[in-house]
């Protein structure tokens, strides 16, 4: 997992939580969609660290369990992975846990943290690896500049 210090934190704290497509499975850390995210809003002015808080194999019970580790005092905007936890549960036997995923959502409400879902759509076969799951880093870049916008609209005026 990625380190989640805050010691030089940015002026606004984002953090991309979910399974192994926030975590970056199969690409290297700087190709990671949050990672890109970050030198996106860079290039447009935002001093705004985006930590990556993605763990493989991560059900949405997982994350339910490290929510607030995953997500520090002070974030405020969560990237929410919406398709992995709930893949990861069913691949293993365990169910959809939507029960679990609707408890992050209500828990990260109740911190007044503003929640940007991260889906797969419009994510072509030519975005993904071989195993047809994880992104490619043309993937990442992908999802990140459909991020970008509601990102900036969260975080309003420079």
């Known amino acids: 997992m990625a380190a989640l ?3 030089g934190a940015a002026h606004a704290q984002i953090v991309a939580l979910g399974a192994s497509n926030v975590a970056g499975r199969g690409v290297s850390s700087s190709e990671a969609f949050p990672a890109q995210l970050e030198r996106m809003l860079a290039a ?3 001093n705004a660290h985006v930590a990556n808080a993605g763990v493989n194999g991560n059900t949405n019970a997982d994350l339910l369990a490290r929510l607030d580790q995953a997500v520090p005092a002070g974030t ?3 990237l ?3 398709l992995g936890g709930a893949y990861n549960a069913r691949r293993l036997g365990l169910g959809d846990q939507k029960a679990d995923f609707a408890s ?3 828990r990260l409400r109740s911190r007044g943290i503003k929640i940007i879902p991260v889906t797969g759509s419009g994510v072509t076969r ?3 690896q ?3 799951v994880h992104l490619t880093a ?7 500049a459909r991020l970008l916008p509601s990102v900036i609209q969260a975080l309003g005026r420079k």
């Open 126 to 128: 030519k975005y993904l």
């Open 104 to 106: 992050i959502v209500a």
């Open 76 to 78: 405020r905007i969560v």
């Open 130 to 132: 071989a195993d047809r």
């Open 138 to 144: 043309d993937g990442h870049a992908l999802v990140a």
């Open 80 to 82: 929410l992975g919406t």
């Open 5 to 7: 210090s805050l010691a």
């Open 44 to 46: 447009k002015g935002y």
